[in-house]
């Protein structure tokens, strides 16, 4: 890619830049320059064979190079631009390596007049608290971040050469503007370097006299991690980025003072909710951008054999608590949600309406308060909405989202971002809506918000989908005239439900629902009951393991979600289905589930639809059942989280349809995980299942929940 490459200042950053341009034979030949008092670290960078010839005199140095790269701290900036003016060359890229951007611009500057086209400021989000070139590393980008800050007028074509030298090391590239990046560094890496050189100068003054941090143990290692940096180039940033800096000290004072405030005051409540939603808000950071070489891996390990007994509630439905903060958002006055499902998906449905301004209280042991904002009291979100694995989130928010007054994004991890999303954008456009995708069809969905400017429409859905039918509800409830959609088959129903249970108007036709804008909602209090698709496990468990009896309390039985039950009692299954009631709207009832010899069948098409998540953990049912089990029309399966028909059936293919044992993979999708851990329970040996970290997404407590009720569970974290 370059003839000659000049490191300026061979350090730890340097280094590593020449390391991993040689590795990635990205250079011909590598120079570097420093002062003389750099020699002997440059006769060492030379000695390992990091740099082919250093130079002391920068006229030698960056002759004929064509990239040269600045490494020196960024308070060195200005000097170096005053030492290459004289020979800077319009054939040569000049990039650094700076932690402030800002800065760089504003010492070209001041040196040259003007910021020359050919320099490219970059900034590698990565480092270590050591320095030298000894500590360079040739791996020290791949997988790291890496902006650009080019100026308006930078040269294009020397952006694009930095942005493909950096990837050439595995580096992730993005770019912004100077100031962006100030501050938002500033905020993720300037203010908890201060925090960590403040907590440490303050505890080890203190210990003089007491000694404390002998007693120090891991929490205070990690935390202070960073306060080995090196003091100078840490002084330097600040210095700076202090614009950025000095407001966000303010901050953390004011939230310290908070905490401050409700410990001094027992308010234990709040303080609870302050560390909740920070421990939510790091796992979705750490979901969204995290890079993959960093992110936990999770395996199952069962021993096969075992029987379900006892009494277990399952966490609360997943479509209805999505729903319910959707719904209590929307309406007016305060609504109190009990049961809550607090896993992934429904917390990030949460997120998204904290984002647009709706103030949500908890959840604590499943329970919320939404301070509902109205219909039309929506504020626009600052950022892009991360809704992480969740499809419902998607589609039902594209609905929403589509009428209102500003435009949003939605984006989500790898396997939301391959799902369909064209089911719901066509229709929508149809009403007039304005909702971009990629050419494929999947998010990142770039909704441009038509306030006053959506049309009903009378829609037949070609597919039997929930979410599709969910999503023109509530784009419908923004639409002028009519809006009606008409399912192929009954799904779940639990919009219209919960809308009638908010008195807003819904009306119901056979197949057909009918909404208008003319209506508001009125807060309701909710009570999600379990969710039926989280004790599917559990009542296929139960039905294969000889000797099992287990009661499930409190499940949701809509008559939209009680195809497994159907399903399994065809199959010869021994259900009970007992204390049935009716709460907020949704009937209820505790299931009593006993071990019973399960035959195959052909299971009916009319049920597919009422079970269509359950299918994972009911192919494991078949799988135990005596006889040929045929499922047909399902091929909505093949775009849930994963291709639930090619997974399971390659997993069941590995472990034997009889159910041996072995390694099987989930594919990162929590329903394929769930399932061939219950397999365990009649294998003949043990099964291990890769890539169970999405059980997640809807039922966090699986793994304890199922090890007391008697499936011998290792999970391993990695
Ligand atoms: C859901 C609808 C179903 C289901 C999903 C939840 C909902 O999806 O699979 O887990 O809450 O509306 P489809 O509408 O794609 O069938």
Partial sequence: MFNKLCIIGVGLIGGSVAKAARAQGLAKTIVGYGREQDLVNLQTAKRLGVIDEFYIESVEA????????????VASIEAIFNQLKPFWSKETIYTDVGSTKGSVLAAAERVFGFIPDNLVPAHPIAGAEQSGVEAALVDLFVHKRLIITPASHTNVEAVQKIRTFWQGFGALVSEMDAQHHDSILAATSHLPHILAFALVDMLGHKDEQTEILKYAAGGFRDFTRIASSDPTMWKDICAANKSEILPLIEQLRAELAKIHGLLANDDYQQLFSTFAYAKSARQRFLNQFEVPTMSKSITFHIQNGGKLQGEARVPGDKSMSH?????????????????????EDALATLQAFRDMGVEIEGPVNGE????????????????????????TSMRLLSGLLAGQPFNSVLTGDKSLSGRPMKRV??????????????EKGTAPLVITGKAGQLNGIDYVMPMASAQVKSCLILAGMYAQGETSVTEPAPTRDHTERMLAGFSYPVKQEGSKVTVTADGKLTAAD?????????????LVGASIAEGSDLLLKHVGINPTRTGVIDILRLMGANIEVLNEREVGGEPVADLRVRYSPLKGIDIPEDLVPLAIDEFPVLFVAAACAEGQTRLSGAEELRVKESD??????????????????????????HRIAMAFSIAGLRASAPITVLDCANVNTSFPEFKDLVKNLGLDLVCEES
């Fill in 425 to 438: 954008t066509e229709p929508l456009a149809l009403m007039g809506a304005d909702i971009k995708t990629t």
């Fill in 323 to 343: 729903r319910s903060i959707m719904l209590g958002s929307l309406a007016e006055g305060v609504t109190h949600v009990k049961g809550f499902l607090e896993a």
């Fill in 526 to 538: 909710i009570d999600v009951p379990s969710d039926i698709s989280s004790a599917a496990f559990f």
């Fill in 62 to 73: 960056v002759k004929e190079a064509d990239c040269v790269v600045i490494a020196t701290p």
């Fill in 368 to 391: 919320l308060t939404i301070h509902g904002v109205g219909k039309h009291g929506l504020k626009a979100p600052k950022n892009d909405l991360y809704l992480g694995n969740s499809g």
């Fill in 644 to 669: 639930r028909i090619q997974v399971m059936a390659d997993g069941l293919q590995i472990l034997g349809v009889d159910v041996g044992g072995g390694t099987v993979t989930s594919h990162g999708d």
